[in-house]
């Protein structure tokens, strides 16, 4: 499959569908794509490059593209490796060319590259702009849009917006691919850009005035249609509202019987008519996948057995990765399990104490190895208060 810009804007990104893991830590079972891409005008601009790891392919597409034609502009929206690992190439193959970023970019480059740019840098700032002939270049800065040196580029004569990790999803692109965009884009943003909410709104207003088009990310595929819906959920993601109603149930169990009080749990929750209701199991499932269901939904269960005085590492584990994406504005219940002395839930509690705006609901549940009878009715009662602390979203 090509992807199709147009006649003078092309996609030269590869996909990286042999990766074991993203970022050596986000599972990607449709593996990922770097994309980079060439505007053809008087002048050539590059937009950024891919992973080393891609290299080859990469240059074989800008060799196509470019048709004999040399860069001479390469402009870095991001410098983390996966868009900025094959710059030294471009300068080797073109050694004529300028390289375009902002202060940041040129404070930073050296850390990665010993490369001399004496007389091959250009410092952008924001609202500066490039003529390329037909097209014009236009950059705004995106500090922590996921890193500081990030910035996006507009191009007023095909009204696209060159947005770096923004609007980015994990899979391949270049493969037949079906699924919803929204599955693996909301996954990407939690766990790549999530901590970073605040900037991304900053970016959003700041980009709300261009008469956008199409917007081109570094990985995913390039959105064409109904821009609305995918702005519209950037907006919703990044200031940390929840997106549906609906309760995800994060368990983890040593041995089973936490497991099988969440089970339960997330059963009695369907019989009491909660539409969406999202089961994971800390130990087993994709972790970036429960951090996703966590910022999704309205509302959040925890059930874990203690451990060593405190709670089950997956569970902490899990806490504290919500806490480093400054997971915010929900209602969480909390079923603890322990054989002697539960802990679980107070070290759960105080985890979720450091957050933002978050109500724990009463009651606490505490299992004493099994779910027996005699838990029921507490049982009950927590799925009553959660199903009443859920919030109607349009
Ligand atoms: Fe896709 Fe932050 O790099």
């Known amino acids: ?47 950024d490059t891919v992973d080393i790891r891609k290299i080859d392919d990469w240059e074989e597409n800008l060799k196509r593209e470019l048709a004999g034609r040399a860069v001479d502009y390469l402009v870095v929206s991001h410098l983390e490796p996966d868009h900025a690992g094959s710059i030294k190439r471009v300068i080797e193959l073109y050694p004529d060319v300028t390289i375009v970023g902002n202060a940041k970019t040129f404070t930073m480059f050296p850390q990665f590259f010993e490369i001399s740019l004496e007389g091959h840098s250009l410092v952008v700032k924001e609202g500066d702009t490039l003529e390329l002939g037909k097209h014009t270049l236009s950059f705004y800065m995106a500090p922590m849009v996921h890193w500081p040196e990030v910035m996006v580029t507009y191009e ?84 940390y509202k929840p997106e549906s109603k609906g309760v995800l149930v994060a368990y983890a169990s040593i041995h089973g019987n936490t497991k099988k009080a969440a089970e339960k749990f997330a059963e009695m929750l369907k019989d009491s008519g909660e539409e969406k209701v999202s089961l994971f199991d800390l130990s087993r499932d994709d972790m970036a996948e429960a951090i996703e269901d966590a910022f999704r939904y309205d509302r959040m269960v925890l059930v874990a057995a203690s451990y060593d005085a405190g709670v089950f590492p997956c569970m902490q584990d899990f806490l504290n990765h919500l806490q480093s994406k400054s997971y915010q504005n929900r209602t969480v219940g909390i079923i603890e399990n322990g054989s002697w002395a539960p802990t679980a839930g107070r070290t759960m509690k105080s985890m979720l104490e450091v957050m933002k705006n978050i109500t724990v609901l009463e009651p606490m549940v505490t299992i004493k190895s099994t779910l027996k009878e005699e838990n029921m009715s507490a049982l009950m009662e927590l799925v009553n208060a959660v199903t009443n602390a859920g919030i109607n979203i349009v």
């Not at 270049?174 to 709104?201: H, M, P």
């Not at 008469?211 to 609305?228: A, S």
């Open 156 to 239: 007023s004569n095909e009204k696209i917006l060159f947005s770096a990790d923004g609007f980015g999803k994990f899979g391949a692109v270049l493969t037949e691919n079906e699924e919803d965009w929204a599955c693996e884009a909301r996954r990407y943003y939690f766990n790549i850009v999530g901590k970073y909410g605040a900037s991304v709104q900053q970016l959003l207003k700041k980009t709300a005035g261009l008469d956008i088009e199409m917007i081109c990310p570094l990985h995913g595929p390039v959105l064409k249609d109904d821009l609305g819906y995918y702005i519209g959920l950037y907006d919703i993601w990044s200031s």
């Open 1 to 47: 499959m090509n992807i199709q810009i147009s006649d003078s804007v092309k996609y030269i990104g590869v996909d990286d569908t042999d990766i074991d893991l993203f970022e050596s830590q986000y599972e990607v079972p449709d593996g990922v794509s770097y994309n980079s891409y060439l505007i053809l005008d008087d002048k050539v601009a590059l937009m």
